[in-house]
């Protein structure tokens, strides 16, 4: 049993920047791959990012050269630094932990960007 919080969302302009946290506790291991996704209204959900425990990611096309993926083992969080935002990122951002073929998610966190 594991619950994740994120935190981080809101309001930026074209080309800003923001920074995601995915807080994991109850029985949350180091072993979880952990991943990032995002839902834009009337759209389907779709990745974003993904860190395993030795820090190898993974990055949706879309997304690469602009967001970077991390986790602090210590802290049992993962973080989604966003870079030179556009409006297309507007979307509910999920945190996932994935673990023996069972996904976990967070409740989600509103980012918006502005042209």
């Known amino acids: 049993q594991v619950q994740l919080v994120e935190s981080g969302g809101g309001l930026v302009q074209a080309g800003g920047s923001l920074k995601l946290s995915c807080a994991a506790s109850?029985?949350?291991?180091?072993?979880?791959?952990m991943g990032w996704y995002r839902q834009a209204p009337g759209k389907q959900r779709e990745f974003v990012a993904s860190i395993t425990s030795g820090g190898q990611t993974s990055y949706a096309e879309s997304v690469k050269g602009r967001f970077a993926i991390s986790r602090d083992n210590a802290q049992n969080t993962v973080y989604l630094q966003m870079n030179n935002m556009k409006p297309e990122d507007t979307a509910v951002y999920y945190c996932?932990?994935?673990?023996?073929?069972?996904?976990?998610w967070g409740q989600g966190t509103q980012v918006t960007v502005s042209s």
């Open positions: 996932a932990a994935s673990r023996m073929g069972t996904n976990t």
């Open positions: 109850g029985r949350f291991l180091i072993s979880y791959v």
